[in-house]
């Protein structure tokens, strides 16, 4: 019996999962697929190679899809894998560094398109209050090389060794199944996407534990492959909601107020500069979503029964 799982989540993958299932049959672990409410092949693409499939009538989110690939999944070790990675090479350095004493688990290189590391997604430190700050206010954007941007982004980084991290990406994570149920899989408020993966390192580093990064697995990484298929409204809103709802989680609630303000500040910002660029009415209406849910934050503080839920 293998003594590694594969969870892999899909929707509208079906461009990509033919790929990322033909490299993961080669390390001989057990998968399981669930897949989101697809409207395309991606059902076909799975089944053509005998692969598990739970097929979700509606769409649970990605943590609740992955927890409902690690329950059915009974190995020691169990590896989150995007459906648009491909495994290149075996997974056993990804298992020796779960094995290391206070280890949840470990993340390896993702190369992309164009066979260079992912720096700057791989591997970055968990958000601190000021980071979250820059990047609401779009100062990571606009001044990239700042020195809170190069420690959250670990662009200092000695990628040639392994080594303890804070945030492995969770496209490519392989994690102790024992450590997992400890600390209760992905939070499904988190919902439908964004900062689950931050989240469950954040909540395991609270617990003692450890993850790494292992430059000997590697994986091939289109990044992103469904994001497109959201409008950029809906991404903006996601996104934020998630933020403010990790920062709500996890910092002080001054701290939290803070970020809520910076939230405010940065989407009043983002509205005036489409606003002058002639960009969509959508787009306007996005915003202003995030202005009062951020406004409400700034307000209240943090009520996990107040948080008002997203389209």
Request: proline share 5%.
């Amino acid at each position: 019996m293998a003594d590694t799982g594969i969870v892999i989540v899909t929707y509208n993958s079906e461009p990509v999962i033919g790929a990322c299932l033909d490299a993961a049959l080669r390390t001989g672990a057990e998968i399981v697929v669930i897949d989101n409410a697809s409207e395309d092949g991606t059902a076909a693409e799975v089944a053509r190679r005998g692969v598990k499939l739970i097929a979700n009538s509606t769409n649970r989110g990605f943590a609740g899809a992955v927890n409902q690939g690690f329950s059915v999944i009974n190995t020691p070790y169990v590896l989150l894998l995007n459906p648009d990675a491909v495994i290149l090479g075996g997974l056993e350095r990804l298992r020796e560094a779960c094995d290391l004493p206070g280890s949840a688990g470990a993340g390896g290189c993702l190369m992309g398109p164009d066979d260079r590391a992912q720096v700057g997604f791989m591997v970055r430190q968990l958000p601190t209050p000021g980071v979250l700050i820059l990047e609401a206010l779009l100062l990571n954007r606009v001044w990239p090389g700042n020195a809170v941007n190069r420690r959250y982004r670990a662009l200092n980084l000695d990628y040639s060794r392994r080594q303890k991290v804070e945030q492995p990406a969770g496209a490519f994570l392989m994690v102790r199944a024992e450590v997992w149920r400890e600390l209760g899989g992905f939070d499904e408020r988190f919902r439908p996407l964004w900062f689950e993966d931050v989240d469950f390192c954040r909540r395991a580093a609270n617990r003692g534990y450890c993850l790494y990064y292992v430059p000997g697995a590697l994986a091939k990484h289109a990044g992103g492959h469904s994001i497109p298929q959201l409008s950029m409204e809906m991404r903006q809103l996601y996104w934020y909601g998630s933020l403010l709802r990790y920062a709500g989680k996890h910092f002080h609630p001054v701290s939290f107020r803070v970020v809520s303000l910076a939230v405010v500040t940065g989407s009043l910002l983002r509205m005036g500069g489409e606003a002058a660029l002639g960009r969509s009415l959508k787009s306007a209406a996005a915003y202003r979503k995030i202005v009062r849910l951020a406004g409400r934050c700034v307000w209240s503080g943090w009520r996990e029964e107040a948080f008002p839920g997203l389209p």
